[in-house]
């Protein structure tokens, strides 16, 4: 297939790439097409393409939260920079592209004296990432802060999405898949440069002092309310027990540790396992946050 995406302005596009290289897990075989997007106009005309020619494609930020088979992806991945990776504000509104890294956002929020999004410090990703899945922490979500998206349908019309449309649920919204987030409108409150500080490197001491480093996607599975996951794991006694090279790790129940040459297959096992184990001990069945891309 020659690459149906070469006339486009405003794109660098990667041929068989290896996803292992845009996921934080390290996991994953081939894409056909990996599709860097620098313009909404060379988005619109990459998924006018896309639709014509009924390819498969899946958008995403900096691959945190996704399992890649080894079998790779037979489609489009697409990934966004330039314009999407850029921030203004008007007033306390912080308009923010989709490719935008949170921590970048917290950065630069710091620095002209706005907080409100500190929840989100020591989560890796982009601000799309955490807005499709509703991202959190101590308590807090995307929820709180999204005023609105701007997004892009399969079929190419953009429309914006208020934070009542969104349907914000724990780590879920109701953005489908092949819905690309471009931008998103966030607002945030004035506070002190030192509050914003410390409560930043309190969330960062905490998670480093909680959970492992290492390759990995965060938590694995969703939380069942009231009962929290990983401690469900560790309950069944599972911490470090491995398949492959894909481990549970000792530090976090809740955490699949890639300890070098893991597989897809070797994480889908361990995660059977657990699953199976929490079940049969605790009555339970844990539901993967993880999204696997296959
Ligand atoms: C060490 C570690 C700690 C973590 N801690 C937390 C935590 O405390 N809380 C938490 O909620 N998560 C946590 N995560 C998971 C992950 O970082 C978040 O879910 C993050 O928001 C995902 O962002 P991403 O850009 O990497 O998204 P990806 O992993 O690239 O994609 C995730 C989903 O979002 C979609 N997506 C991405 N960009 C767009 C876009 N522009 N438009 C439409 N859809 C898009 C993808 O299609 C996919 O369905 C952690 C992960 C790691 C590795």
Redesign the pocket.
């Known amino acids: 297939m020659i690459n149906p995406f070469r006339s486009i302005v405003g794109v660098d596009v990667l041929a068989n790439e290896l996803l292992s290289r845009h996921t934080?897990f390290h996991i994953g075989g081939k894409t056909r097409y990996l599709v860097k997007v620098y313009s909404h106009r060379a988005l619109k005309k990459v998924l006018d393409i896309i639709r014509k020619q009924r390819i498969r494609y899946?958008?995403?930020?900096?691959?945190?939260?996704?399992l890649v088979s080894d079998k790779g992806f037979p489609g489009v991945i697409i990934k966004?920079y330039g314009i999407f990776r850029t921030m203004k504000k008007r007033g306390d509104i912080f308009y923010c592209g989709?490719?935008l890294s949170?921590e970048h956002l917290l950065q630069k929020a710091k620095g002209l004296g706005y907080g409100g999004a500190e929840f989100l410090a020591?989560?890796?990703?982009?601000i799309?990432?955490?807005i499709?899945?509703n991202?959190?922490?101590f308590g807090k979500s995307m929820a709180e802060i999204v005023i609105g998206v701007t997004v892009i349908t399969d079929r190419v019309i953009i429309s914006r999405l208020s934070n009542r449309e969104i349907r914000f649920g724990y780590?879920q919204t109701k953005?489908k898949?092949g819905?690309?987030?471009?931008s998103a409108e966030l607002k945030l409150t004035r506070r002190k440069h030192w509050d914003i500080t410390t409560e930043i490197r309190n969330n960062l001491a905490y998670r480093k002092q909680r959970?492992p480093t290492g390759y990995?996607?965060?938590?694995y599975f969703k939380n069942i309310k009231p009962y929290v996951a990983g401690k469900l794991i560790e309950d069944c006694g599972l911490k470090g027990l491995s398949v492959g090279d894909a481990e549970i790790s000792r530090k976090h129940g809740n955490f699949i540790i890639n300890r070098g040459h893991a597989k897809a297959s070797d994480v889908l096992e361990l995660a059977k396992i657990i699953k199976k184990k929490v079940k049969n001990i605790k009555g339970i069945m844990l539901k993967e946050e993880v999204?696997l891309l296959n």
């Open positions: 934080s899946y958008v995403i930020g900096s691959g945190t939260n996704v966004l989709s490719g949170i020591g989560i890796p990703g982009t799309g990432g955490a499709k899945d991202a959190g922490a780590r953005i898949d819905v690309v987030i471009l959970q990995s996607a965060g938590s999204k």
